[in-house]
């Protein structure tokens, strides 16, 4: 079982850029796919990025595209996510997530990860 802890959320403008991190215990961390999701207040829980256990494979969520890149650091049990030209429909609270094994192909969906974290708050100003 893996433990996931995120950071470096917080509060910016429109434009601006922010780095989060999700930190995992273990010694395992590269036996499991991740992803990015978020969520909104009123509104559901949704993709926003995945990497596969090695990076070789990722994916992103249309609406991130361009924006955002995410990224994984084996050796320091931590993914990252990097969101610039942040908008204002951004905001939400995002949320790490894990899955032992490979990226499937289901890896958009929420069910496909077991493993989350609390979340960190990403608000932005216009």
């Known amino acids: 079982q893996v433990q996931l802890v995120e950071s470096g959320g917080g509060l910016v403008q429109a434009g601006d850029s922010l780095r989060l991190s999700c930190a995992a215990s273990?010694?395992?961390?590269?036996?499991?796919?991740m992803g990015w999701f978020r969520q909104a207040p009123g509104k559901e829980r949704e993709f926003v990025a995945a990497?596969?256990?090695?990076?070789?494979?990722?994916g992103y969520a249309d609406s991130v595209k361009g924006r955002f890149t995410i990224s994984r650091d084996n050796a320091k049990n931590t993914v990252y996510l990097q969101m610039n030209s942040l908008k204002p429909e951004d905001a939400a609270v995002y949320y790490c997530a894990a899955r032992s094994g490979a990226l499937t192909n289901y890896y958009i969906t929420a069910y496909d990860y077991p493993y989350w974290g609390q979340g960190t708050q990403v608000t932005v100003s216009s």
């Open positions: 990497i596969s256990r090695s990076g070789g494979r990722i």
């Open positions: 273990g010694r395992t961390f590269s036996s499991y796919a």
